[in-house]
């Protein structure tokens, strides 16, 4: 039997996430409790990876994704009284999970990436990850 004070805690990117966004009703119609935090950079960022990108500069057209309000979308499938905020800064993020951890529901955090939020990984990382060459298949 599952221990109900324990929260599992899920971390997504937005391309995975446009392929199952569809469990999060299914999550609020069961009354299950996660903490999701749906990072939404605007890109199918695997696919970056494994169709290496020559223009670096450029993300390729059809690895950006429609600009979906990922907040919106618990309400919208019937989830009630989860917390869903939208964050852009790094103190926005931690308030959010400060609140979410305390929150008695499933909470669902859409975090957007930019400018306003310091960047965890250095420039010369990110550039490496779009440059990634997969392994031949022995």
Not at 1 to 20: K, N
Request: aromatic content about 6%; hydrophobic content about 35%; glycine content about 8%.
């Amino acid at each position: 039997m599952a221990d109900p004070s324990r929260r599992v805690i899920l971390v997504q990117g937005d391309g995975g996430h446009q392929l199952t966004a569809n469990q999060i009703g299914t999550m609020g119609w069961h009354g299950v409790n996660p903490i999701i935090l749906l990072v939404n950079n605007g890109v199918f960022g695997v696919e970056e990876v494994l169709q290496p990108n020559t223009d670096t500069e450029k993300i390729k057209k059809y690895d950006e994704l429609a600009p979906w309000q990922y907040h919106k979308l618990p309400e919208a499938m019937g989830c009630r009284d989860w917390f869903c905020p939208r964050v852009e800064t790094n103190a926005e993020l931690d308030s959010a999970l400060k609140q979410a951890r305390k929150h008695p529901g499933a909470s669902y955090i859409e975090v957007v990436p930019g400018p306003k939020m310091a960047n965890s990984a250095p420039p010369a990382s990110i550039e490496r990850i779009y440059q990634a060459i997969i392994p031949p298949a022995e």
